[in-house]
């Protein structure tokens, strides 16, 4: 009813201005977006090929080039962003870094890992990044300092190629955290053009207080990136995504493996819990557009900060209804 009246008012107040009758005041009201209630911006979401073997300098180099000629079709189309998923650089696996694998998931041996190559690989992507004035979000593994192991990352890139930010995955799953990576600590922001976007990765669609410490930060969009743990578990996640979009009335740009395609596409949910924009169900590297717009007017999250307040307080009746008669209805 409020954006309705909203948009009503300025439908009456340019046929007043301008003397045209309030079906023509309407039409071009609707043709013309509100700068002033609402921010935009065009996203691209990136679907990519798997690499899970660190060790296959060859497999690091074609990832590489698959996220550069992927970023190149995002500028093409006009994008401001594009958002790739988990371990888009190499994602790897756990049997093929267990030191006491491959039959058994033991702790991870890094030394397997060519950094050197994804250093390289990573270093192209930023110059490509600076070159076509792309902020690129990209999943890869972040190397600490031995013994310490590395970070499950998304580094963000921008326009000017610079690594302005980068969030490690806090909440890992129990191989993660048993053999694998050291958990992040903190949530991390950044804004473009007005807007702001939030970070998670992994496993982390599982867990809503993720999505509701983001909303509390006042992100316009989370960019989720996953790997997933099968295609199997892609429904899942999808319809988590969907969900936490919904109850938190902003974005969420979905990540995830071309592989996937068959059960979870790679997509941007809008505000409303559906699908502005997904990947083909084909397998294969693709993104997908969509122009992510900010209502500065929508009540919709103002109202739920309250709701979730002490607004019903002073409102609810001194009753325990476990203590009323069983009696009556």
């Known amino acids: 009813m409020t954006q309705n009246g909203n948009l009503k008012r300025r439908v009456r107040a340019r046929a007043a201005k301008t003397g045209e009758s309030y079906t023509a005041a309407l039409r071009h009201i609707r043709a013309t977006p509100d700068i002033s209630s609402s921010n935009a911006i065009r996203l691209a979401v990136a679907q990519t090929s798997l690499c899970n073997d660190p060790r296959d300098v060859s497999a690091l180099k074609t990832c590489g080039n698959e996220i550069r000629n992927l970023m190149g079709e995002a500028h093409k189309a006009g994008a401001r962003i594009i958002h790739f998923g988990e371990g888009a650089t190499c994602w790897p696996h756990k049997r093929i870094m267990s030191e006491t694998g491959p039959r058994e998931i033991g702790p991870s041996d890094w030394t397997r890992f060519e950094w050197e190559t994804l250093h ?151 505000p409303d819990g559906r699908w502005a924009a997904q990947c083909p169900m084909n397998g294969l590297p693709a993104i997908a557009i969509a122009d992510i717009t900010i209502d500065r007017e929508n009540p919709a999250r103002p109202w739920r900060r309250k709701a979730r307040g002490d607004l019903y307080a002073p409102h609810q009746v001194n009753n325990d209804p476990r203590s009323e008669s069983r009696e009556r209805f």
């Open 120 to 270: 390289e690989e990573l270093e192209t992507i930023r110059k490509l990044a600076r070159k076509l004035r792309l902020w690129t979000i990209v999943g890869s593994v972040h190397q600490l300092t031995p013994p310490h192991r590395p970070y499950n990352s998304l580094y963000v890139i921008s326009e000017r190629g610079k690594l302005v930010t980068r969030y490690d995955e806090r909440l890992l799953s129990n191989t993660k955290i048993s053999f694998m990576y050291s958990p992040g600590r903190v949530p991390v922001t950044f804004e473009i053009d007005g807007l702001r976007f939030g970070c998670a990765l992994g496993m982390e669609a599982h867990y809503p207080e993720i999505f509701m410490e983001y909303e509390r930060l006042n992100v316009d969009c989370v960019l989720f990136s996953t790997a997933g743990d099968g295609p199997s578990n892609g429904s899942a996640f999808a319809a988590e995504i969907l969900g936490h979009a919904v109850s938190n009335t902003y974005w969420v740009s979905y990540s995830t493996l071309a592989a996937h395609s068959a059960v979870a596409l790679s997509g941007i949910a809008a």
